[in-house]
């Protein structure tokens, strides 16, 4: 319990922080600013921060930041794993109808992805079990939206993406467009649960923390059509383990799909000869209007 001389010293601070951003001329930034400063200094009066702390987590902060380069971003990391991005994606995807839910952008996309047919395979030679992809992409009314990009991107069954290897191999992931129907298909590789990096600062406050890195199983969509709200998701495999142990908090009960298994010689819908297992899963995807 601290004294009353104490609050107002500590009040004080933070009014004379806020106070110098009374000059900024953006609004906005004013109050980004403005209310940063007050909840820092809360959680700071809260705890009863300690100055040995408080450097710690400057280091935690510094080791990030080295960490962190055009292929692996450290601080989307600790936001995910903080919740801090499912909550920034709920407040700016608010419910529209029965619109898909959005999750998790993640720190693995890459823009220039190459482009495949309808039908086309994006894995690029990733290792894992063939998995045939297809849905129906709409508006909320029901109709079909021609030209939607699609695009896609996946771990292998290793839980590696292309860029944590070392030899710049483009591989599980592409983008392709709806056609005049709304429809999609594509193989990919039947997703399968993986580990965050952890080998950072991020993982190591997972352990201290007694938190597993494990992410579910999951495949990345990001869709866009003109006049339609952007959408990024993932679709989730029923019956994974890590389901409700996600470490990203991107797990949604209606993007959780049966990935159905196709034994060894099950003719493929598009006539592929397939040696051994395969699977395949239907993704019915609604965007909402860009107004929403």
């Known amino acids: 319990m601290t004294s009353a001389e104490q ?11 806020e106070r110098s951003f009374d000059g900024c001329a953006d609004p906005r930034l004013r109050e980004l600013m403005t209310a940063l400063v007050r909840h820092l200094h809360g959680f700071v ?6 100055e040995a702390e408080w450097a710690a987590a400057i280091e935690f902060l510094t080791a990030a930041g080295h960490i962190t ?4 971003q450290e601080f989307i990391l600790l936001s995910d794993v903080l919740g801090l991005s499912m909550q920034t994606i709920a407040v700016n995807n608010e419910a529209y109808g029965d619109a898909t839910e959005a999750t998790v952008f993640g720190p693995f996309f890459v823009s220039g992805s ?30 079909p939206l021609a030209g939607a990009r699609i ?14 290897y070392t030899d710049d191999r483009v591989a599980g992931r592409a983008h392709l467009f709806t056609d005049a129907e709304g429809r999609y298909a594509f193989w990919g590789t039947t997703p399968t649960p993986y580990p965050i990096p952890h080998d950072g600062p991020v993982g190591a406050m997972l352990e201290a923390v007694g938190r597993s890195p494990m ?15 952007t959408l990024v998701t993932h679709i989730f495999v029923r019956g994974d383990e890590q389901l409700d142990s996600d470490t990203v908090f991107g797990v949604k009960d209606s993007l959780v799909r049966d ?19 395969w699977s395949r899963v239907r993704f019915d995807i609604v965007l909402a209007p860009a107004s929403a």
């Open 7 to 17: 609050d107002r010293r500590e009040a004080e601070l933070v009014e004379r922080v």
């Open 45 to 50: 009066r809260e705890v009863r921060l300690t």
């Open 69 to 72: 380069d055009d292929k692996r």
């Open 114 to 143: 190459p482009a495949i047919p309808l039908g086309g395979d994006i894995s690029g030679g990733a290792p894992g079990e063939p998995c045939w992809v297809e849905g129906m992409v709409t508006d909320s009314s029901g109709k």
């Open 151 to 164: 695009e896609v991107w996946e771990a292998d069954e290793d839980g590696f993406y292309d860029v944590q």
């Open 215 to 229: 992410r579910a199983a999951h495949l990345h969509f990001m869709v866009s059509a003109e006049g339609r709200r």
């Open 259 to 277: 990935f159905d298994r196709q034994d060894a010689g099950t003719p493929a819908p598009d006539g592929r000869v397939i040696e051994g297992t």
